[in-house]
């Protein structure tokens, strides 16, 4: 009888083993910090869709404070607190289950809310609106999103993004909505395409073995078979479109 997997099993089969769970990469990471002032060692900091924690790390690394992560799946929790374990940072660095749309959180208590390619589940606009309410006054957003990045938007990539639950806009647009959401817009960058390949490449092995440990199972297939579609669709319009690094100070 065929395993049922859902939706999340999938994932984290996917993605458990990968040092990120999106395109970026710490030197990016790195690039967005380094247009934030003011952080100090009393600071606190969020990672919102952190994953196993790959940006979490390079930030706890890069900037002293108190740093949370945060994320729905209690696997990718695990590996994170691991990790700030093996490198000393517990003391610093804390991973806790939970909903970027139901954050168990105090209002105005952050210095800087972070998050690399998770904000696009819940949406761009509700996302930044609804997290304002948790950053100090003059204090940081800093997302990735996946945004156009021309008036061009040819129909296939297009409908992939939509059927994806994503609805994508220019870089412009995107800053106007950081504005309305209460934010004055410090920097806005693209990750470059070394970001893609560097999450492709391992997520195909990934999935590779998830294949090979359920032979025959057609929900892995078909879950695998969509990632190799995107890969694809990638290599043919990421002139078009990519992950852009938007980072805002609350008005």
Same mark, same amino acid.
């Given at each position: 009888?065929?395993?049922? =997997?859902? #939706? ?6 996917? !993605?458990?083993? @990968?040092?990120? +769970?999106?395109? /970026? ?10 247009? =934030?002032? $003011? ?9 919102? /869709?952190?994953?196993?924690? &790959? ?7 890069? *900037?002293?404070? $108190? ?9 990718? *929790? ?8 093996? =490198?000393?940072? +517990?003391?610093?660095?804390? &991973? *806790? ?24 589940? *819940?949406? #761009?606009?509700?996302? @930044? %609106?609804?997290? $304002? ?16 990045? %021309?008036?061009? !938007? ?10 994806? &639950?994503? /609805? ?10 950081? +504005?309305?959401? &209460?934010? %004055? ?11 893609? %390949?560097?999450? #492709? ?12 440990? !359920? ?13 190799? !579609? ?8 990421? +002139? ?7 980072? /805002?100070?609350?008005?």
């Amino acid at each position: 009888m065929e395993n049922k =997997l859902s #939706f999340n099993d999938l994932i984290c089969g996917t !993605h458990l083993c @990968l040092e990120r +769970q999106g395109p /970026g990469s710490s030197e990016m990471t790195i690039k967005a910090l380094s247009f =934030l002032d $003011n952080l100090s060692e009393n600071s606190r900091v969020v990672d919102l /869709g952190c994953g196993t924690g &790959g940006q979490t790390i390079t930030l706890a690394q890069n *900037i002293n404070g $108190n740093i949370t992560g945060l994320d729905q799946f209690p696997e990718f *929790i695990n590996l994170l607190n691991n990790k700030a374990k093996k =490198l000393n940072l +517990q003391e610093r660095v804390n &991973g *806790i289950v939970g909903d970027m749309l139901n954050l168990p959180f105090e209002k105005e208590e952050f210095d800087l809310i972070w998050s690399e390619g998770a904000i696009d589940a *819940i949406g #761009f606009e509700k996302g @930044l %609106t609804y997290w $304002n309410g948790f950053l100090k006054k003059d204090g940081y957003v800093v997302v990735t999103c996946p945004s156009w990045l %021309t008036d061009e !938007h040819p129909a296939e990539i297009e409908k992939f993004w939509s059927d994806a &639950g994503s /609805g994508l806009d220019t870089m412009g647009d995107n800053v106007g909505v950081m +504005q309305k959401a &209460g934010y %004055t817009p410090v920097a806005v960058f693209t990750l470059p395409e070394k970001c893609w %390949t560097d999450y #492709f490449i391992p997520r195909e092995a990934a999935g590779k073995a998830l294949l090979e440990k !359920h032979i025959g199972n057609e929900t892995v297939e078909t879950f695998i078979e969509d990632d190799r !579609h995107e890969v694809e669709l990638y290599s043919k319009y990421k +002139q078009y479109y990519g992950y852009v690094f938007y980072i /805002g100070k609350k008005m």
